[in-house]
């Protein structure tokens, strides 16, 4: 399902692309400068405009409806969508600061390790 939403994404970008491409330019900017502008406004389609914008919002709007789908199928609907779950956080959060005194914080529901009593120094006098 998720890969069949980024593939129709995808084909919605493409056609986005194209419908672009194949509006006319409002006029100004360069395209004014090295083009007629006068016949721009003159031959223009004013009803062809009009249903490429609004193919061209309806295409972007799409894109959007179907990323918030993606997200709501890649959380799972899970009661814990809102907590970030990543292999990089787990470490950062369990790895010992060199130099510190005390050990970074424990992962947030993880069980704190048994206290244990300092080990004897070993007898190196043999």
Do not use: C, H, R
């Amino acid at each position: 399902m998720y890969l069949g939403l980024i593939i129709l994404v995808a084909i919605i970008a493409v056609l986005l692309i194209l419908v672009v491409l194949v509006q006319n330019s409002k006029g100004g900017g360069l395209s004014s400068e090295f083009s007629g502008a006068g016949t721009a406004q003159m031959f223009g389609v004013k009803k062809t405009t009009d249903l490429l914008e609004q193919i061209t919002w309806g295409l972007a709007a799409g894109i959007i409806l179907i990323s918030l789908a993606s997200y709501v199928i890649a959380s799972g609907g899970s009661a814990d969508a809102g907590t970030i779950n990543s292999v990089n956080i787990e470490k950062a959060q369990n790895t010992v600061i060199p130099g510190a005194k005390l050990p970074a914080a424990p992962a947030p529901g993880a069980t704190a390790p048994a206290e244990t009593a300092p080990a004897a120094p070993a007898d190196t006098t043999k």
